[in-house]
């Protein structure tokens, strides 16, 4: 017999697989009760907005049809609401997609990418899957510490990978420190700047660094619709570069690679403001409910601004991942991420806080 492990490529035998969010419908079978929370993959508590809900109900109709792989008029209201060219503009199913069409355009074996210590789990994944080789630089109090990402990078090293506001730890980079290391970064290095939770951001020293990409040509801006938006179950993103990454990034993706109801749905929710709005707001509520919750409890948290926090539970934080679990709790572990007396729960509706709160009382 074959070993069909041992015939796979070295860089997919390496890979350690992402760890998803456990599925509500997995603990309902597991459980056999049915009012589970979920508050496990950062998604939006409100669900989608009603004009999104619309659009796609109306291209439920259209599903035989090829969607439009060049995907002109989500192209077009994202070039309308950003101010950007639409030849800067490379769409993903969902911006995890376009965060692997940077690894296969421009990584791959002898080439480099440089990250931080606790970044997004995709970056090691879609680093090593093409062969190359991760650099991570020590995080400082759980954040990204530019001066150690900047001496990290070598001759062989072609991206850089940074999310901010940065998920699990919710830390973020100050708009002067971030736009200084770009500067610094010699120009052959694509710096990558995943801003998936920029919507839910409210502090005055952040920038989202959109507006840079004309003047920097390595700056390549990453934005979802599945966070804020609320699209996460549709796969839907976007990356916004110099229209020369743009072009190899679209000649590595698929044809047809975003689809056609969740494109529809993007053009709806993309100038939907008022559900943004209202989803931020119930964002901070919610995160000013759960950190008085955890400082009630003497539990520490890592101070987040996305739609999300990572709360120390003194101990080794898996049982007490199991133990919610068995609550109708479904928070996620971060012990992968080397975090491993912490659990990262997302921002729920007040009543989902809540029991989260109790859970964790009659847990802990
Ligand atoms: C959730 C998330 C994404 C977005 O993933 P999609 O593929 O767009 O759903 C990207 N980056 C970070 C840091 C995230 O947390």
């Keep these: 017999m074959c070993d069909y492990r041992a015939l796979a490529m070295a860089s997919a035998r390496g890979l350690t697989p992402y760890q998803p969010g456990k599925p509500i419908s997995e603990l309902e079978r597991e459980l056999g009760q049915s009012d589970i929370v979920k508050l496990a993959s950062n998604e939006n508590p409100l669900g989608p907005g009603a004009a999104a809900l619309a659009a796609m109900r109306d291209a439920l109709a259209e599903v035989a049809l090829y969607p439009d792989g060049n995907g002109f008029e989500l192209k077009q209201a994202i070039a309308r609401k950003f101010g950007v060219e639409l030849n800067r503009i490379t769409l993903g199913n969902g911006s995890n997609d376009v965060l692997d069409l940077i690894a296969r355009a421009y990584l791959g074996p002898g080439r480099e990418a440089v990250f931080s210590e606790y970044a997004f789990a995709v970056y090691p994944i879609a680093t090593q899957s093409v062969g190359a080789t991760a ?88 934005r979802t619709f599945s966070k804020a938006y609320a699209l996460a179950g549709l796969r839907v993103g976007f990356a916004v570069s110099d229209p020369a990454v743009a072009d190899m990034l679209n000649r590595v993706r698929q044809p047809f690679n975003v689809n056609l109801v969740a494109m529809a749905a993007a053009v709806a929710a993309i100038d939907d403001e008022s559900h943004l709005a209202r989803s931020a707001a119930l964002n901070r509520e919610g995160m000013a409910q759960l950190t008085a919750g955890f400082a009630e409890r003497g539990l520490g948290f890592i101070p987040s601004v996305g739609n999300f926090v990572c709360v120390d539970v003194a101990r080794p934080a898996a049982p007490v991942f199991d133990a919610l679990l068995r609550e109708g709790v479904i928070v996620r572990p971060v012990g992968a991420y080397g975090m491993p007396n912490h659990l990262r729960v997302s921002i729920g509706l007040p009543a989902q806080n809540a029991r989260l709160l109790t859970a964790l009382d009659m847990v802990l």
């Design 135 to 222: 650099k991570v630089a020590r995080a400082v109090d759980y954040g990204h510490d530019l001066a150690a990402m900047r001496a990290l990078i070598g001759e062989h090293t072609r991206v850089v990978f940074i999310a901010n506001p940065n998920n699990p730890t919710g830390t973020w980079l100050k708009r002067d420190e971030l736009r200084a290391f770009i500067a610094d970064v010699p120009r052959e290095v694509l710096v990558v700047v995943d801003e998936a939770y920029v919507e839910y951001v409210d502090e005055v020293e952040y920038a989202s660094a959109l507006d840079w990409v004309g003047e920097f040509p390595n700056l390549v801006v990453t």
